[in-house]
């Protein structure tokens, strides 16, 4: 097996805990990189208990609002992974995530990654400006 690590970026410099993502084979695509970042964060959310209703991951559920936290949850709920990557994907295309393998940007979802020991993988989570 093959382990990246992986954290999260603000554009304002805030960096969260590492997850560690492990792959079977030394080159993943980005959209397999986002998949199982996203299934994780999903199976870890979900294996806590009934009463958790901060969610930590990539992007945020329906029906949660974004607090320094996480996604608060109105309600203590299971989340299904397939929306979140949905959601994910959406948000790469568009470019309000950013994947940055070794300091260097990733272009497409198809675009091959080599997982190689010490290879640190950021998602910086752009702030969409708001104008008047």
């Given amino acids: ?3 990246l690590t992986v954290y999260d970026e603000t554009t304002g410099g805030a960096r969260d805990e590492a997850l560690a993502l492990t792959f079977p084979t030394d080159e993943i695509t980005v959209r397999a990189l986002i998949r ?3 299934y994780q964060e999903v199976k870890d959310h979900n ?3 009934a009463s958790a209703t901060v ?3 990539l992007v ?3 029906d949660a609002e974004a607090t320094l936290e996480g996604y608060r949850l109105r309600k203590p709920r299971m989340i299904d992974w397939e929306p979140q990557f949905e959601l994910a ?3 790469f295309e568009q470019n309000q995530i950013l994947v940055l393998v070794d300091d260097r940007q990733a272009e497409t979802l198809d675009q091959t990654l080599h997982v ?3 290879t ?5 989570k752009l702030t969409p400006l708001v104008g008047g």
Avoid: D, I, K, Y
């Fill in 36 to 38: 199982e970042r996203v």
């Fill in 120 to 124: 640190e993988v950021t998602f910086l």
């Fill in 116 to 118: 190689r020991t010490g």
């Fill in 60 to 62: 945020q559920p329906s």
């Fill in 47 to 49: 294996a806590r208990e």
């Fill in 55 to 57: 969610f930590r991951g």
């Fill in 1 to 3: 097996p093959h382990t």
């Fill in 89 to 91: 994907v959406a948000a």
